[in-house]
T-cell receptor, first 115, second 112 residues
Framework: GAGVSQSPSNKVTEKGKDVELRCDPI?????LYWYRQRLGQGLEFLIY????????KSGLPSDRFSAERTGESVSTLTIQRTQQEDSAVYLCASSLDSTANYGYTFGSGTRLTVV | KNQVEQSPQSLIILEGKNCTLQCNYTVSPFSNLRWYKQDTGRGPVSLTI?????NTKSNGRYTATLDADTKQSSLHITASQLSDSASYICVVLTGGGNKLTFGTGTQLKVEL
């Protein structure tokens, strides 16, 4: 597609439930990132995929968070047993590759509210 | 710890006025620096990208400067418009790596 697409745009879930967030990167973009943005705070790195390499999971805050990406296509971020502190906007970005020469295109995000 | 600090945290200006946003970083090694505009409810959109050797770059009414020696960057907005109201985020890419370090942003509001 023309841009990075994320779904759903909004998600309200009960504490303890699992949620799955989806990101469709720009076609041909090998690099894909997930970020979290809590209210009033900066963007927090979660995980990075580059082609078929092992993902960089160093930003995942706990083992309740996991993400998958098949090849260079769709990625899903799964949060198990959601907690109220998981409430945030989850942003996905993709880039042509991991070098410094290409910009990153962000999706509009998924606003997750845990009640 | 790699950090990116922005100031002011928020800013209100009248339409037509100019403003300058600041970004100081301690990220090392430095690869490039980007300024993003993030409208409420939207993802960030890139305004400018600057590498180590670039001192200034313009994109319409936006002009970014970079001083790699002092590790400071600024974003100057000329003749502000109501549509400039947004969060402006400074982002630094670490050289040799793939992680972006984000500043917490400056919330700009342009009023009539």
């Amino acid at each position: 597609g023309a841009g990075v697409s994320q779904s759903p745009s909004n998600k309200v879930t009960e504490k303890g439930k699992d949620v799955e967030l989806r990101c469709d990167p720009i076609s041909g973009h090998t690099a894909l990132y997930w970020y979290r943005q809590r209210l009033g705070q900066g963007l927090e790195f979660l995980i990075y995929f580059q082609g078929n390499s092992a993902p960089d999971k160093s930003g995942l805050p706990s083992d309740r968070f996991s993400a998958e990406r098949t090849g260079e296509s769709v990625s899903t971020l799964t949060i198990q047993r959601t907690q109220q502190e998981d409430s945030a906007v989850y942003l996905c970005a993709s880039s042509l590759d991991s070098t410094a020469n290409y910009g990153y295109t962000f999706g509009s995000g998924t606003r997750l509210t845990v009640v | 710890k790699n950090q990116v600090e922005q100031s002011p945290q928020s800013l209100i200006i009248l339409e037509g006025k100019n403003c300058t946003l600041q970004c100081n970083y301690t990220v090392s090694p430095f690869s490039n620096l980007r300024w993003y505009k993030q409208d409420t409810g939207r993802g960030p959109v890139s305004l400018t990208i600057m590498t180590f050797s670039e001192n200034t770059k313009s994109n319409g009414r936006y002009t970014a400067t970079l001083d790699a020696d002092t590790k400071q960057s600024s974003l100057h907005i000329t003749a502000s418009q109501l549509s400039d109201s947004a969060s402006y985020i400074c982002v630094v890419l670490t050289g040799g790596g793939n992680k972006l370090t984000f500043g917490t942003g400056t919330q700009l509001k342009v009023e009539l």
